[in-house]
Every structure is written in C-alpha cells, then in structure tokens.
C-alpha cells in the first residue's frame, strides 16, 4: 500500500507527523522534539520526496535509501525527521492489524518498571531529595535518575560541592534499597569521572552516564574499564558506524538510544540488535513526555535485552510547558513503580484535535 500524503502539526518543541495510504487508512509518528519546526522544514524538503509514493510494507529499505539519497546532509536533523516517518509507519501497520506495536515486533503488553528521571541541575540536594520522596510516595518509583557535575562542564561542578553532596543526600533519605542512577552530561575528563565513579560506587550508584564528552569513545571506555558500576552512553548518536564502533570497544556498559534522535524505531531495533550481539543490555533515552517515552515503552516489551527499567521524566509544566495537553488521553499513568503498555492498535494514542488546531501545519501529498 502506496504512502500518499504526509502531514505535520508543529510548533518549535514538538512536532507530530500524520501518514495517509491510498485507501485513506493512517498512522501518527512524531519527530524528535526541540527545534520540531526545523526538523518539520528537513521532512517535506529532504524525506517526503523519497518517500510519498513508496509502500508502507518498505520501511527499512526506505530509511536506508533516504540516508544515500540525503548523503551529503547526513546529520542530526535528518534522523530526527524520519523517525517521524517511521514512528507513523509502524502506528499505521499497528492499526491496520488491530496489534499494538510492540506486538509486531515481538512484544507483548503489558507492564514497565521505571525510574524517576529528573532533568535539573539547578536544584539544590534538599528539594531534590524532597521530590524523589514525594514521587516515591505518590506513584511507587524504586529508582531515581539524578544531575551530577555540569554539562560538557571540563570537570567544573554545576556549583562547587553540589555532587559530592547530592549523591549521598539520596542515598541516606531514599535508603538502601532504592536504584540510584546519575547522569553528568558529558562533563569529566576520565581521570576526574573515575574519581567521581568511586564517590558514586561507595554510596551504591548502579548507573553513570556519559561520564566523559560523548564523542571522546576512548576516554568513556577507560571509565568503563576502570569501574565496577556500569557505565552507560549512547544518547546522542544516530550514526550506525559510531554504534558499531561504541559497541566493538565496549565503550559503555550498557547502550542508550534515543528512538527519535536516531531515525525512528526500525534503526533503534537494529542497534538494540548489535548490542545484544555484544551481551550489552539497552536502556533507551526518554528524557520528556512526549511520544519517545511511549515508543520506548513499546520496544522494551519487545527486546530480550531490554534494560532494568524505563527513564520516566519527572519535570512538569515549570519545565517542559510544551509538554501540555498533546493527548487526548493520559498514556503515562505511573502505578506501583510501573507504567502499561496497552493492547490498543498502534502506539495507543490520538493527538488532541485542540493541540492540533493550535499547531503549524504543512503538508506533502502525491501528485494526482
Ligand atoms: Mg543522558
């Protein structure tokens, strides 16, 4: 079934793609977020082009030949929007089989552990500490995400004592038997992240992520060899010869792609693949409530080396004001520590008809 039109819905945080076959059936995707209406420009420009015309069953194939085609603009914004495409293709396939996506690639419904992953630095150990206690108490969380050093900060701390005081102030109020996992954004060089990383393994921290520039695989995985706690990275690279290589170095201990910054889920199973290949478990990035926390969702009922746990952003309308009124329905209820993965046709969502009307529209449709 020949794709026919393919429309967007933007503003300049988050962007939703919209498919239509010939026979009138649809499917939703989302580009990745921040800087959507750019990414929107990217998709009717340098993806529809290749796209409209082609059978929604040619998904791989696609994506491959978008990626030769747009050669020479290889790029960040490239990916991000043909995960558009593909996160509306496999909605499409979803309700055209009445099966939730993660179904068609192996899952099944059901529920996720997650963690309580935060995004701030700019908040002081005590309302941090604060917060985690009232999440832990209202929705279940066993395990919490939180800043360490600053980011691509050259070792500087986001204020002079907050690290080394953070993680054991969590540590002592969550108590022992809560999952710790710290993110510091590519701030140390390796000597300073393994120094860190003994900090963090003597207060039982079970996950440090980018410890070193992302970029710098040699610095990252002499952390990684020089520490019991996994290290883990990934978040930034749609690029298939730096996953090869990220995982043919054993740069990280675990592997975290980010479905939307990498083209969309059918690269993701692929680097997902290649990890498990290499015994390295995936423990996808999800950093908003958008649509990538759902698709995340959706490929870790279906992969056999699916992480521990989901990263569930914590940050509210203070934070991410876009993140406001984009469903018509909550897929993101938070119970016991878990969240469900339906048995709804597709990802289980509609777009609300009100964010919509609200939204930038373009659309790209096959010549009649
Ligand atoms: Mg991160």
């Not at 996506?101 to 192996?106: A, H, K, N």
């Not at 900060?153 to 108590?175: K, M, N, Q, S, Y």
């Not at 590519?186 to 003994?198: F, K, L, N, T």
Request: proline share 5%; hydrophobic share 40%.
């Amino acid at each position: 079934m020949k794709i026919r039109k393919l429309e967007t819905f933007t503003n300049e945080f988050v962007g939703f793609v919209r498919l239509t076959a010939e026979d009138g059936s649809i499917g939703w995707g989302q580009l990745s977020t921040y800087n959507s209406d750019i990414t929107a420009a990217v998709f009717h420009r340098q993806v529809a082009p290749w796209t409209l015309g082609r059978s929604v069953t040619d998904l791989k194939a696609l994506v491959g030949e978008i990626a030769e085609r747009e050669h020479k603009f290889s790029c960040s914004y490239l990916y991000r929007a043909m995960a558009g495409l593909d996160t509306a293709i496999w909605d499409l396939r979803g309700r055209l089989a009445q099966k939730p996506v993660t179904e068609l690639i192996g899952g099944t419904p059901g529920r996720l552990r997650a963690y309580a992953s935060s995004m701030r630095r700019d908040i002081t150990p005590e309302d941090e500490v604060a917060r985690f206690q009232r999440l832990r108490d209202a929705h279940g969380f066993d395990a919490f995400k939180f800043r360490i050093g600053s980011e691509c900060g050259h070792d500087r701390d986001e204020w002079e004592g907050r690290t080394e005081a953070i993680v054991p102030a969590i540590r002592t109020a969550l108590g022992p038997d809560i999952s710790l996992l710290v993110d510091a954004n590519s701030c140390y060089s390796p000597a300073r992240a393994i120094e860190v990383g003994r900090m963090l393994e003597q207060n039982g921290v079970e996950h440090f992520e980018e410890p070193c520039p992302y970029w710098e695989m040699e610095q990252t995985r002499e952390v990684t060899q020089a520490l019991a706690l996994d290290i883990t990275g990934g978040e930034q690279d749609y690029d298939m010869q730096h996953w090869r290589r990220m995982v043919a170095m054993r740069a990280v201990d675990i592997i975290q792609p980010d479905i939307l910054y990498l083209g969309g889920m059918a690269r993701t199973l692929q680097v997902a693949r290649m990890g498990e290949a290499a015994g390295l478990p995936c423990t996808p990035h999800a950093a908003n409530l958008g649509l990538v926390t759902l698709f995340t969702m959706h490929l870790l009922r279906a992969i056999p080396n699916a992480g521990k746990y989901l990263e569930f952003s914590i940050e509210g309308p203070d934070y991410y004001p876009w993140q406001e009124g984009l469903f018509t329905e909550n897929p993101y209820e938070v119970t016991d520590g878990m969240v469900t993965v339906t048995d709804r046709p597709g990802w289980g969502i509609e777009i609300s008809p009100e964010w919509l009307a609200m939204s930038s529209y373009q659309q790209s449709e096959l010549a009649a």
